[in-house]
């Protein structure tokens, strides 16, 4: 199966449900999406795994429906991570250079190429996210964190433009935080980082919400 075809599946679907094309409730069925989106049931279906992986797509009996992110749970969700990844940031001085290293290259090469067509960008934000959270030494913590950010990740560069240069240059400046073993002005950073990225996918709902009535 072609990953660009399914990628563009997802893609097409998120603006289905953003536009209001799909709405709560409504059925996920490959063979009427696959008609609608001219392809076939294969990208569709890979698709629809994703949504449902990121929350967005409920088992209902035999069906899979449409779920949508309300602006309450985008702001529980960041409300969360706030708490828990600022005092990631603050712990994660202990974090090994060559970490550091590995980071600072990948979110470099990221800025300089751009996002691509392939799922480079949310590879590296999970990669930069997750190398600061296992510093704490806490399973749990990786999870919930990383289970936070999946509910979101929908809200990509193609979601939301304006974040993808901020978020790279935003990721530079902790990895200098850290680097320099300053624990508190990374805690700082990394909660303007948070902020910044809920409140573009808050405009973004809100947009949707409007564009829909």
Do not use: W
């Amino acid at each position: 199966m072609s990953k660009p075809l399914a990628k563009q599946a997802y893609g097409s679907i998120i603006e289905m449900i953003l536009s209001g094309a799909l709405t709560p409730g409504d059925l996920l069925q490959e063979g009427k999406l696959g008609d609608e989106l001219a392809m076939s049931r294969t990208p569709v279906r890979e698709a629809i795994k994703r949504l449902e992986a990121e929350g967005l797509a409920v088992q209902e009996g035999r069906f899979l429906k449409v779920r949508t992110l309300t602006i309450a749970e985008v702001e529980e969700i960041f409300y969360l991570r706030r708490v828990l990844e600022r005092q990631c940031a603050r712990q994660a001085v202990t974090i090994a250079p060559a970490i550091l290293d590995g980071l600072e290259q990948r979110v470099l090469h990221l800025q300089q190429e751009g996002p691509g067509e392939e799922e480079e960008q949310r590879q590296v934000d999970d990669m930069f996210h997750g190398a600061i959270a296992r510093v704490a030494g806490n399973q749990m913590l990786v999870r919930t964190i990383s289970d936070l950010r999946r509910r979101t990740c929908m809200f990509d560069h193609s979601q939301v433009p304006e974040r993808f240069g901020k978020s790279c240059q935003e990721h530079l400046e902790i990895i200098q935080a850290l680097r320099g073993g300053d624990g508190e002005r990374a805690a700082v950073l990394m909660d303007d980082h948070i902020v910044h990225a809920r409140d573009a996918i808050l405009a973004r709902l809100r947009l949707s919400s409007q564009r829909s009535q």
